[in-house]
């Protein structure tokens, strides 16, 4: 069922929340699983926020992954696509990049502590033309200043231009647990081992080895969040053992992987 206040369906017209005369408008929308937003942009700064569901937010060359209790800001004029990873409660604001100081200044995924979440499922229920001087307009005003401090995520997969390895990429992402080598990539592509290594780097900025690891600890997320077993995840994604995938997971995120959605909605 969606959420009260929420819109589902077809992506309704944002210009109201764009152009409205208030610092933060925020509108909710359930998307069913596997819905996709084409490329577009806003005149307003962006925060999008899924109280469920997966969210995977491309922009410029690169892509966000986006879990529950996550969020990514967008700056305004950032164009961008997003792609729903299951069935998805999003909620989006529209901010006046003009109204607080220390807004972040780049795109990427921030963290969403709990007083944040509530903040910003509470400006999804406010009208277009409060008054700033409301209880709803200090509730933003709270919302703003919980945004100029939020901490910066390592959500980003880098997304390379070249077409060639660009394939490589979807492919890896595809199918996490092939064993393909970087070796079987460059036969499979008529060139030399080292030409491949060189040809992935320069394309993405990131050796071809980490750049697998990420992806999939990074996309491993969306198993985790539906609940499946840590140790069927690990397989899923071309982990030989449960071990060496927690292991990967704490190294990057800081925490294993059974802790991860725990600790947010502890």
């Given at each position: 069922m969606p959420a009260p206040g929420a819109v589902s369906g077809p992506v309704p017209d944002l210009s109201p929340y764009e152009t409205a005369s208030v610092p933060v408008a925020g509108i909710a929308v359930d998307y069913p699983a596997g819905s996709r937003i084409p490329p577009h942009r806003h005149g307003r700064a962006q925060l999008l926020y899924a109280v469920k569901g997966v969210l995977t937010v491309m922009a410029g060359n690169g892509r966000w992954i986006v879990p529950p209790h996550r969020g990514v800001w967008l700056c305004a004029g950032a164009e961008h696509a997003v792609e729903m990873r299951g069935a998805a409660q999003m909620r989006s604001l529209f901010i006046d990049p003009r109204a607080v100081a220390d807004l972040p200044a780049e795109n990427g995924v921030i963290s969403i502590s709990p007083l944040l979440r509530e903040l910003i499922v509470a400006a999804t229920r406010l009208p277009l033309d409060y008054r700033p001087d409301s209880r709803a307009g200090r509730l933003m005003h709270c919302l703003l200043d919980e945004l100029a401090a939020v901490p910066r995520l390592p959500f980003y997969l880098p997304w390379p231009n070249d077409p060639r390895i660009a394939g490589v990429c979807t492919m890896l992402i595809e199918a996490p647990d092939a064993p393909a080598t970087a070796e079987a990539w460059a036969r499979q592509l008529a060139t030399s081992s080292k030409t491949f290594h060189r040809r992935f780097l320069?394309?993405?900025?990131?050796?071809?080895?980490?750049?697998?690891?990420?992806?999939?600890?990074?996309?491993?997320?969306?198993?985790?969040?539906?609940?499946?077993?840590?140790?069927?995840?690990?397989?899923?994604?071309?982990?030989?053992?449960?071990?060496?995938?927690?292991?990967?997971?704490?190294?990057?995120?800081?925490?294993?992987?059974?802790?991860?959605?725990?600790?947010?909605?502890?």
């Open positions: 320069d394309a993405t900025g990131v050796p071809f080895g980490r750049w697998r690891q990420h992806a999939r600890l990074l996309h491993s997320l969306e198993d985790l969040a539906q609940g499946l077993p840590v140790l069927e995840v690990a397989f899923r994604h071309g982990y030989d053992n449960q071990s060496a995938y927690a292991a990967a997971f704490k190294r990057q995120f800081g925490m294993p992987p059974s802790r991860f959605y725990r600790t947010e909605t502890a």
